[in-house]
């Protein structure tokens, strides 16, 4: 029998590359029907010029029996049920066949037979009033049992796709027929996923131009369910569509979007699925996309827009920035020049004087012992704030050099210690010595900090943003960024589709910062990113560019075992250097130069023009490691007992140009009276 291929670019290339900014649908977010109402597997079409549903009315749960089973059709504009019919069938679909003499409303739905437990062969119920239908076979099950169907025009004529569990529990076949009445199917082709052997379910099928497009569903790398397009000239060879998964489940919906049927109406394309459990509850939602279903199906498979490598940020104009000064030399005054600068940079953020943003607190390079930094306010868009270093005099404060916030205790050393860093984050009840307040970094949203050279405590310039669930930004430039767990990075802790913790428009971005982690031990990295959202975001999250990353264990550290979040990072033009290249049998083993702890489908990162060296790439603790695209040269150097990883290009011997960047960079000018 013939497997349908579907064709795939290497290290998911075709699902990433060029970056979309808009999602492709828009979810209601609510029922369609009450639950008391719903029908499931629902088709939407125009009957008699108006919107009506045909689905399944299913009782008794997955442990049902053909009295409990029947078809409904539904008046989408109140609930109201136009009719009832087919007992003992469920699965079912409709198509609504425009003739001279009035039109006809066919549907399809699978038939249970008495004493079985599942459904056996197709049927063709057909009507002209809702009132009178006539039953007739459609397609004879062949040793299998079939389930959903589809059928959409073909020419002249008509294509079904109907779902079965053989070869594959499940995949889908097709069906060809000149009256929607009596149907031949398609010899020895199906489908079933990549490998001609994955659950492949619950198919839709149109006809469009050139292509035939399906809308299936498929087991979510992270659990649960999701739906996929696809589309073929042949029904033979097939084409991801580079937004997959068209639908997955969002908060409140459960664990899965199945069971997709579409229509234009309204000037829009409407898309009906099923959220639930899979156990004792399920609905049926909507989601919309504004435009013709022609224009849905192009736009699905369109190389989403590329956007600038984490330059779209909406900072506003650097020229109408109001400065405040901090100052060792200052009188501790106002803030408002040089002579009355406030002495702390803490008491600067304090003096943010409303959350209208674009206020800009210029620092004189001294050292300054300053932990657990936290503005009184955030920016706001095209108006944030700033935290720079006058690492240059171009500020007028008499000095060059490293503006140094050191989280160092002056009599006792290193702060190693949860929660005692640059950045203020704390949580009560860490352990039993953390009995202070919970409070999160979120204040610094939409901030900018630069020239600054962070080091002396658990971490860096890294943001912890807790359970909390707002949106956030920060961008950090020209940096020096030291800590025992992180060197630089952000940290969700949950997530609220309703207030998504990343902005597409204005991602998260390190550029140009030397970042160090001074461990190895648990989650520890020079670059901590963390997401929660339930699905790989389409659109990268957190940008490194031009960014060195140091650290004895991983370069990238993505999460930490408790939270099980998806994780989407872009880095182009960095250097990643773990010093670790242990002996095969030594131990600890180093864990990757890249690391997730959690199952790699949850976690993207897209290399351009990258050098990475450590005892191996990418971690490998969980069955699947991390995805990864390419983009330009990428090069890596590992220890001998670990392959190159696929794509990438292999330094021929140590890497002498990019180990010389171990070292942080030097301020021009003499440091060491501080």
Known sequence: MK?????????????????????????????????????????????????ILVG??????????????????????????????????????????????????????????????????????????????????????????????????????YLMAYESNKPVSFCFKFARSNDLEHWEKVPDVYYAGLDGATYSACPVIRRCGDYYYVIYLRVAAAGGYESAAIRSKDLIDWEESPRNPILAASEGEGINNSDVDLFEYDGKTQLFYAVGNQADWCEVRRAFFGGSEREFWEKAFEAPKQVPFGENLHTGDPNARVNVYVSKLGNDVDGKTWATAYRSVQKALDSVPDAEGGVRIVVRPDRYFEPNLLPGRSGKKDAYNELVGDFDGSYGSGATGWVYLDSSDPEKGFKSYDWFSSIRAYEHGWSEEHTGETISSLAWDRWIVRRVYATGGDAGLFWDCLKETKPFTVLVEDCVSIGRAFGMGVAFGAFDPASPNTRDGEPIVFRRVWAASLDRWGDAGAAFLRSCRPSLSPVPEFYLDDCTLVSPDNAIENNVSEYDGSTHVAARKCRMIVNNFTQPAGQPQMSGVIRSPNDGSRYLIDLED?????????????????????????????????????GMERFEGWPIELFQYMAPPAAATDDSNL
């Open 3 to 51: 497997k349908i291929v579907l064709a795939c670019a290497l290290c998911l290339t075709a699902f990433f590359s060029g970056l979309a900014s808009e999602p492709l649908l828009q979810k209601e977010g609510v029922s369609v029907l009450s639950r008391e109402e719903s029908i499931m597997e629902v088709t939407p079409v125009v009957w008699q010029d108006a919107p």
């Open 56 to 157: 399944a009315v299913r009782r008794g749960g997955s442990s049902h029996s053909p009295s409990d089973l029947n078809l409904r059709v539904v008046d989408l504009s109140d609930g109201k049920t136009l009719s009832e019919f087919g007992v003992g069938c469920s699965l079912s679909c409709a198509f609504v066949e425009t003739r001279e003499d009035g039109d006809v409303l066919h549907v399809f739905a699978a038939r249970q037979p008495e004493g079985e437990k599942w459904f056996r062969d197709v049927v063709h119920f057909k009507t002209r009033d809702l009132k009178t239908w006539t039953e007739t076979p459609a397609i004879q099950a062949d040793n299998e049992n079939l389930l959903n169907t589809s059928v959409c025009r073909d020419g002249d004529g």
């Open 610 to 646: 990258c050098d990475m060296m450590g005892c191996k790439i990418f971690s490998d603790e969980k069955p699947n490691p991390p995805q990864y695209t390419l983009k330009g040269v990428n090069r890596a150097y590992t220890q001998f007992t670990h392959e190159t990883p696929k």
